[in-house]
T-cell receptor, first 112, second 113 residues
Framework: RKEVEQDPGPFNVPEGATVAFNCTYS??????FFWYRQDCRKEPKLLMS???SGNEDGRFTAQLNRASQYISLLIRDSKLSDSATYLC?????????????FGDGTTLTVKP | NAGVTQTPKFRVLKTGQSMTLLCAQD?????MYWYRQDPGMGLRLIHY???????AKGEVPDGYNVSRLKKQNFLLGLESAAPSQTSVYFC????????????FGPGTRLTVL
């Protein structure tokens, strides 16, 4: 079983749709959680951190469920520019130098 | 600030050749990382460093060596390239601590024939 698992998709949605991605992790010692966005043939960039209480940034909402060991990303009112691959990232505690484990990514295509 | 830069951007090698990939960051970050990304997959950690003069193995270290002689630079070496090392290589850096964002370079696309 992979340490971090994501539904690879692809998710094909129309503009304006709401779409949700889930990510599960296996290591209960995981401390920090992130969603990164990666455009085709580009480097990953941080989309948002995921906090225990859940957090929102504009059209994007991230949730963490430690008991069930999963995180989620909700995108409302999808835009064409949201088309990308979304990577779930989990960090271990500081003793492991903040090493990150990346999911394989979920591909989103938003169509007109 | 340039952020994280990588040299070269593209490279084609023949099996058995060697090369060094250079990563440089100007953000005074303590931690630096080398990843590889194969098509349709996430990033896998090759080696990492928690400070100048230190290195450690990641998930897929075989066939690679690294050095961090200066805080701002992290070098990845391939001593004898193999076709299985064809991939996109990303370098990243972050401040100390597991809660911090990693900043990535633009990547190096390596093909081994």
């Amino acid at each position: 079983r992979k340490e971090v698992e994501q539904d690879p998709g692809p998710f094909n949605v129309p503009e304006g749709a709401t779409v949700a991605f889930n990510c599960t992790y296996s290591n209960s010692a995981s401390q920090s959680f992130f969603w990164y966005r990666q455009d085709c043939r580009k480097e990953p960039k941080l989309l948002m951190s995921v906090y225990s209480s859940g957090n929102e940034d504009g059209r994007f909402t991230a949730q963490l469920n430690r008991a069930s060991q999963y995180i989620s990303l909700l995108i409302r009112d999808s835009k064409l520019s949201d088309s990308a691959t979304y990577l779930c990232v989990v960090n271990l505690e500081d003793a492991n130098a903040g090493k990150s484990t990346f999911g394989d990514g979920t591909t989103l295509t938003v169509k007109p | 600030n340039a952020g994280v830069t990588q040299t070269p951007k593209f490279r084609v090698l023949k099996t058995g050749q060697s090369m060094t990939l250079l990563c440089a960051q100007d953000m005074n970050h303590e931690y630096m990382y080398w990843y590889r990304q194969d098509p349709g997959m996430g990033l896998r950690l090759i080696h990492y460093s928690v400070g100048e003069g230190t290195t450690a193995k990641g998930e897929v270290p075989d066939g690679y060596n690294v050095s961090r002689l200066k805080k701002q630079n992290f070098l990845l070496g391939l001593e004898s390239a193999a076709p299985s090392q064809t991939s996109v290589y990303f370098c990243a850096s972050s401040p100390e601590g597991s809660t911090n964002e990693q900043f990535f370079g633009p990547g190096t696309r390596l093909t081994v024939l």
